[in-house]
């Protein structure tokens, strides 16, 4: 899905103006900034409501302005993004030393992705620069994987807001530091660990002490309002029945239709292939969120790859 020039000229005149311009890309959208604009991005962490200490990613449109950015691309770091750019990945590198502490959080690191949604493209191809832009939510809330739920978070708060419809993967980008010897997943995602290791041999999974500063991975985040429970398969319908006997109203996402199930509860099934699970789960969750309930029980999903980056989402929006 492409966006018109009048479109892309009004997000790039929003960016050089230093405001802020939500936009899609394959994973979540996101709201971007100038990433050489300390005050255009002080608006992000402003609207989000999140603490500057959370860095963010900076995007760009292409290999050839990585040097803007990093001071150095270690060879497994070239690798996988010669392997997986554009795309679902985000790498940590050392930084320039002109970008933005903003940005940064302060540290030696910058994350930098480049994305392959074509809307993305032509933004970031017509900006010429890096746009500095975290998920378009709130934070600690459910990503916005479709336009409307970036108007749900923010309003009219954003400048522009491009419309390239539903993101195809649905969770937020994988992402790898490589600032050790060995590359580390600090978030799972669509990229996964398999596909990583082929490519560059050993990789470690999940932050260690010296690891940088990841708040997709605080324990709680990605969360509905409502209280979320993960719930084995075999105790679901039990579960939820009972619940809803004691009047309350329950919501459930499930991969599964209901075996017999009472009036006061919603089910949403989302079906058993993963691809698709993960596409639509923030919208489900959403749904869910907003269906009047009490309750919201998630059926537990496989202990399977293809389902880890879901199960990683789902423990987080678990946990308060
Ligand atoms: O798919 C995605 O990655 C989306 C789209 C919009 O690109 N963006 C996204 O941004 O999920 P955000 O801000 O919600 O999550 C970015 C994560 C945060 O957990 C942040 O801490 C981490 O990247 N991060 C950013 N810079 C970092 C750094 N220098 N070191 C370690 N983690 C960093
Ligand atoms: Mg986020």
């Given at each position: 899905m492409r966006a018109t020039q009048t479109e892309i000229e009004a997000a790039v005149d929003a960016l050089r103006d230093g405001d802020l311009v939500a936009f899609p890309t394959e994973t979540v959208y996101g709201l971007g900034a100038?990433?050489?604009?300390p005050e255009a991005v002080g608006k992000v962490f402003a609207l989000k409501q999140r603490p500057v200490n959370h860095p963010l990613i900076v995007h760009i449109d292409d290999m050839r302005f990585l040097k803007r950015w990093v001071s150095e691309l270690p060879p497994k770091a070239e690798q996988l993004a010669k392997a997986f750019w554009p795309g679902p990945l985000t790498l940590i590198l050392p930084k320039a030393p002109q970008v933005l502490d903003l940005v940064t959080g302060g540290q030696k690191s910058v994350a930098i992705r480049i994305p392959s949604h074509p809307m993305a493209r032509q933004l970031l191809d017509a900006f010429g620069g890096g746009i500095a832009a975290p998920s378009a939510n709130r934070f600690g809330r459910i990503s916005a994987t479709r336009p409307e739920h970036v108007r749900e978070e923010f309003g009219d708060a954003v400048r522009v807001i491009l419309d390239g419809g539903e993101s195809q993967v649905g969770l937020e980008s994988t992402i790898v530091s490589c600032l050790e010897s060995t590359p580390r997943v600090l978030r799972p995602g669509a990229v996964t660990l398999t596909q990583l290791r082929k490519l560059v041999g050993d990789v470690e999974m999940g932050p260690s002490e010296d690891s940088p500063r990841a708040p997709g991975s605080l324990a709680s985040h990605y969360a509905p309002l409502t209280p979320l429970t993960l719930v084995p398969d075999a105790e679901l319908d039990q579960m939820a029945t009972e619940l809803s006997a004691g009047g309350q109203r329950i919501a459930v996402l499930a991969q599964r239709m209901p075996k017999d199930i009472g009036p006061l509860i919603t089910w949403i099934n989302a079906g058993r292939r993963p691809l698709a699970f993960a596409h639509d789960l923030y919208a489900n969750l959403r749904a869910l969120d907003s269906a009047g309930c009490e309750r919201i029980l998630v059926q537990d999903v496989p202990a399977e790859e293809t389902w880890s980056s879901i199960r990683d989402r789902l423990r987080r929006a678990a946990a308060r």
């Open positions: 100038n990433a050489s604009d």
